[in-house]
């Protein structure tokens, strides 16, 4: 695997590559960034990962120097995935001058859910993305439907810009008990890990109580999220709404997702379900 800290060296080896499928990261990767790896073989001759710790997606409260810098160890997952280049640039390569100009995607999308916690997030996120894409010119980008909002914003930021490239989803990762593979697992005490797949779990009830029929998506939600609560978690949100834009089911042919996010401990869990 040969790593790429210049933008003009990672312009050079696509140059030389054919077709090129691009998975971002932030590193500190597992097995659910691997599998995106795997996927993103299936559709192109290079593949190309990137780590790369995003300032500007961290919001007030949110520790951009605590987030976790495991590249020796990315760097050997990344290699046994089989993946050909590692684009890795520091901070002085991305953004050589203050990042003036952003992509702002459509308020409605992004200041629900995630975006009413995080505000300024997505704000962020695109705009690194978009920054990537111009650098690395891939044919395909793989995402984790993990982060279903983060997918849903940059797959409409494709389309809406006409970009040339194909958005591909990749499953999200769940250990054997159902939860979601996340760096975040990691900060949970032994008791916590026990407990945090109940939240897959009210996803789980939420999604066959839909698909049997009831559509009082307002009830299942509350009754979830109080389920959670008498069990000590510090829900933020559980949510079925529409996979296109995220916004509340208005016709029950809508293809439907179940989001939630909530805390156990100190540690916020998010994930999701599609109906």
Same mark, same amino acid.
Request: glycine content about 6%.
């Given at each position: 695997?040969?790593?790429?800290?210049?933008?003009?060296?990672?312009?050079?080896?696509?140059?030389?590559?054919?077709?090129?499928?691009? #998975?971002?990261?932030?590193?500190?990767?597992?097995?659910?960034?691997?599998?995106?790896?795997?996927?993103?073989?299936?559709?192109?001759?290079?593949?190309?990962?990137?780590?790369? #710790?995003?300032?500007?997606?961290?919001?007030?409260?949110?520790?951009?120097?605590?987030?976790?810098?495991?590249?020796?160890? &990315?760097?050997?997952?990344?290699?046994?995935?089989?993946?050909?280049?590692?684009?890795?640039?520091?901070?002085?390569?991305?953004?050589?001058?203050?990042?003036?100009?952003? *992509?702002?995607?459509?308020?409605?999308?992004?200041?629900?859910?995630?975006?009413?916690?995080?505000?300024?997030?997505?704000?962020? *996120?695109?705009?690194?993305?978009?920054?990537?894409?111009?650098?690395?010119?891939?044919?395909?980008?793989?995402?984790?439907?993990?982060?279903?909002?983060?997918?849903? *914003?940059?797959?409409?930021? #494709?389309?809406?810009?006409?970009?040339?490239?194909?958005?591909?989803?990749?499953?999200?990762?769940?250990?054997?008990?159902?939860?979601?593979?996340?760096?975040?697992?990691?900060?949970?005490? &032994?008791?916590?890990?026990?407990?945090?797949?109940?939240?897959?779990?009210?996803?789980?009830?939420?999604?066959?109580?839909?698909?049997?029929?009831?559509?009082?998506?307002?009830?299942?939600?509350?009754?979830?999220?109080?389920?959670?609560?008498?069990?000590?978690?510090?829900?933020?949100?559980?949510? #079925?709404?529409?996979?296109?834009?995220?916004?509340?089911?208005?016709?029950?042919?809508?293809?439907?997702?179940?989001?939630?996010?909530?805390?156990?401990?100190?540690?916020?869990?998010?994930?999701?379900?599609?109906?």
């Amino acid at each position: 695997m040969q790593i790429l800290e210049t933008i003009a060296s990672c312009r050079s080896a696509r140059r030389e590559s054919s077709r090129i499928a691009f #998975v971002p990261t932030m590193g500190n990767l597992h097995e659910g960034h691997i599998a995106l790896m795997h996927e993103a073989r299936k559709h192109a001759d290079t593949v190309i990962a990137s780590i790369f #710790v995003n300032r500007l997606q961290f919001g007030q409260g949110e520790d951009f120097g605590r987030y976790p810098r495991t590249f020796a160890a &990315d760097c050997e997952k990344l290699e046994a995935a089989g993946v050909d280049l590692l684009f890795a640039p520091d901070e002085a390569v991305m953004y050589p001058e203050p990042q003036h100009y952003f *992509v702002e995607p459509a308020p409605a999308q992004v200041s629900i859910l995630e975006g009413e916690f995080r505000p300024g997030h997505f704000a962020g *996120v695109a705009t690194v993305v978009l920054k990537l894409f111009s650098i690395v010119q891939p044919d395909v980008a793989v995402f984790g439907k993990k982060d279903f909002q983060q997918l849903m *914003v940059i797959s409409n930021m #494709v389309r809406e810009f006409a970009l040339p490239i194909e958005i591909i989803r990749g499953d999200t990762v769940r250990a054997e008990d159902g939860l979601a593979l996340s760096s975040r697992n990691g900060y949970l005490s &032994d008791a916590e890990r026990a407990e945090a797949p109940t939240l897959y779990g009210e996803l789980v009830a939420i999604r066959d109580a839909v698909r049997a029929g009831d559509h009082d998506f307002l009830h299942l939600e509350t009754m979830a999220i109080e389920r959670l609560r008498e069990r000590g978690w510090q829900p933020d949100y559980i949510a #079925v709404r529409r996979q296109a834009d995220l916004q509340p089911p208005v016709s029950e042919r809508d293809p439907l997702v179940v989001l939630a996010a909530a805390k156990l401990g100190t540690t916020r869990l998010i994930d999701n379900l599609e109906i």
